[in-house]
Nanobody, 115 residues
Framework: QVQLVESGGGLVQAGGSLRLSCVAS???????????MEWYRQAPGKQRELVAL???????NYRASVKGRFTISRDDAKKTVYLQRNSLKPEDTGVYHC??????WGQGTQVTVSS
């Protein structure tokens, strides 16, 4: 069974940076490589929203509000996807989940940005 585990969340001041990681298990390196990986966030009282994705060949796409501040990347050999987040704002607060094809989700990691 494929599992995704996120890490790297925490409390940070506005303007700071954090890098989130999502490690996959129960899947081969090739299997991981073929997946589009996505990062979502869910702010308190709001619906979960897509923040960034990276396709199998490295093509990326970002939510407009994070373009230029967030960078998604992947290391297929480590079966890991990253989300580097710079110039953080209080509105970036939320639980960040990673997701792979087939509707497989991680449990999420909490990020709180203080003003």
């Amino acid at each position: 069974q494929v599992q995704l585990v996120e890490s790297g969340g925490g409390l940070v001041q506005a303007g700071g940076s954090l890098r989130l990681s999502c490690v996959a298990s129960g899947i081969s390196e090739l299997g991981f490589k073929l997946n589009t990986m996505e990062w979502y966030r869910q702010a308190p009282g709001k619906q979960r929203e897509l923040v960034a994705l990276i396709a199998r060949y490295g093509e990326t796409n970002y939510r407009a509000s994070v373009k230029g501040r967030f960078t998604i990347s992947r290391d297929d050999a480590k079966k890991t996807v990253y989300l580097q987040r710079n110039s953080l704002k209080p509105e970036d607060t939320g639980v960040y989940h990673c997701k792979k094809d087939g509707d497989v989700w991680g449990q999420g990691t909490q990020v709180t940005v203080s003003s």
